[in-house]
């Protein structure tokens, strides 16, 4: 599995659009790149998906360089209710394993009024 | 929109005890997972389950614990001997199938505090 790398913490403010960036240099050829959310004393909750290029549905986006090294979760116009922790997870969805999840310590959001 | 639910959603026993964690999955998902939470850690996969059997484990989930479906909807997670290291939020989540959509469904989980 490849091991992914997210600022700590970030804080912002409401209507701002916030992008955290994930480094993930050991993303192997099938590894699909997957956001989490998670509100405290809440269980994680699927954002958005992808492979290369860019995705979006109608939470956030999600942008991936041509090197597939990195890639940004943009959430836009935020609200106080985005404050949460976000996961960055990378992992081969067709391995024929029951799929996993590896969490790694994630990105505090702060949305401040 | 169908939910996994999770029962009870807050757990207090002493140590030495057996608990059981109870899940009801999404009904037409096939693959079911527990994870825990350690109070500021990270999110940790326990094990996965499939076609009735454990389909991967991780190092946290030796002998004490065990899971079982008993019937077609409830999936339980059951510790034994419980230590006060055990004392997390526990999560199941469920998937649709390798075919049927990534994203994997988390419960509200349940709050085990072991005294």
């Known amino acids: 599995l490849a091991k992914t790398t997210q600022p700590i913490s970030m804080d912002s403010y409401e209507g701002q659009e916030v992008n955290i960036t994930c480094s993930h240099n050991?993303?192997?050829?099938?590894?699909?790149i997957t956001w989490y959310q998670q509100f405290p004393s809440q269980g994680p909750r699927f954002i958005i998906q992808g492979y290369k290029t860019k995705v979006t549905n109608e939470v956030a986006s999600l942008f991936i360089p041509a090197d597939r090294k990195s890639s940004t979760l943009s959430l836009p116009r935020v609200s106080l209710s985005d404050t949460a922790v976000y996961y960055c997870?990378?992992?081969?969805?067709?391995?024929?394993?029951?799929?996993?999840?590896?969490f790694g310590s994630g990105t505090q959001l702060t949305v401040l009024p | 929109e169908p939910e996994v639910t999770q029962t009870p959603s807050h757990q207090v026993t002493q140590m030495g005890q057996e608990v059981i964690l109870r899940c009801v999955p999404i009904s037409n998902h096939l693959y079911f997972y527990w994870y825990r939470q350690i109070l500021g850690q990270k999110v940790e996969f326990l094990v996965s389950f499939y076609n009735n059997e454990i389909s991967e484990k991780s190092e946290i989930f030796d002998d004490q614990f065990s899971v079982e479906r008993p019937d077609g909807s409830n999936f339980t997670l059951k510790i034994r001997s419980t230590k006060l290291e055990d004392s997390a939020m526990y999560f199941c989540a469920s998937l649709p199938g390798l075919a049927g959509g990534n994203e994997q469904f988390f419960g509200p989980g349940t709050r085990l505090t072991v005294l």
């Open positions: 050991n993303i192997a050829t099938n590894d699909y």
């Open positions: 997870l990378v992992g081969d969805l067709d391995s024929g394993s029951a799929r996993q999840l590896t």
